[in-house]
């Protein structure tokens, strides 16, 4: 089971870093299907290699991702994505740039992912993995403190199950979990 220390990120450059398009892209691809070179996510991403060097060294820079020397044949480098239990300021901690990074990079996350879940759900025929795609829709009426909790044991959860490829079962799949939550308006 992979261990996930919570790292606070309230660093604006490492943000901005994060929150980048491109290297949100590799981030996922790294994460999704594990090590790779520069030109392998050029290739895979349709990105420019150069570009994605880069990019891959701005993403080290942060600790986001890293290389693996021991993978290196020649002049290739071999970068892998470096989980972690990223926890943002909480909007009362953050100033204006940070709130607008933060919110584009959530808004832009949500539609991605609403975007993979329609393709997934197109690219495959019902039974076995077709029909593992559980959904659920809620609320809860919880204090802030509460919300706080609840939302550590879903992480507890998530990393509960977690675990690298090559210790998952036979026919185990990688899946995408997606949690977001919201007051209800006072009004």
Not at 13 to 21: G, S, T
Not at 44 to 51: E, H
Request: glycine letters at 6%; proline letters at 6%; charged letters at 30%.
């Amino acid at each position: 089971m992979a261990e996930h220390v919570p790292r606070k990120l309230d660093d604006l450059e490492a943000l901005r870093a994060l929150a980048h398009p491109r290297r949100q892209r590799i981030l996922n691809h790294l994460s999704a299907r594990g090590p790779a070179t520069s030109a392998d996510l050029a290739r895979d991403l349709d990105l420019n290699t150069g570009a994605t060097s880069y990019h891959l060294r701005e993403l080290a820079k942060h600790g986001f991702v890293e290389e693996l020397p021991e993978k290196a044949r020649g002049r290739e480098r071999w970068w892998r994505f470096v989980p972690a239990d990223l926890r943002f300021p909480l909007r009362s901690e953050q100033d204006e740039e940070t709130r607008a990074i933060l919110d584009e990079m959530n808004v832009r996350s949500i539609s991605d992912a609403m975007q993979a879940f329609r393709r997934a759900q197109a690219a495959v025929e019902p039974g076995g993995w077709g029909d593992a795609f559980p959904y659920s829709r809620g609320t809860i009426r919880v204090t802030l403190e509460e919300l706080g909790e609840f939302f550590e044991e879903y992480i507890a959860l998530l990393n509960k199950y977690d675990r690298p490829a090559e210790e998952a079962g036979p026919g185990a799949r990688l899946v995408h979990t997606r949690f977001f939550a919201y007051p209800e308006s006072e009004a």
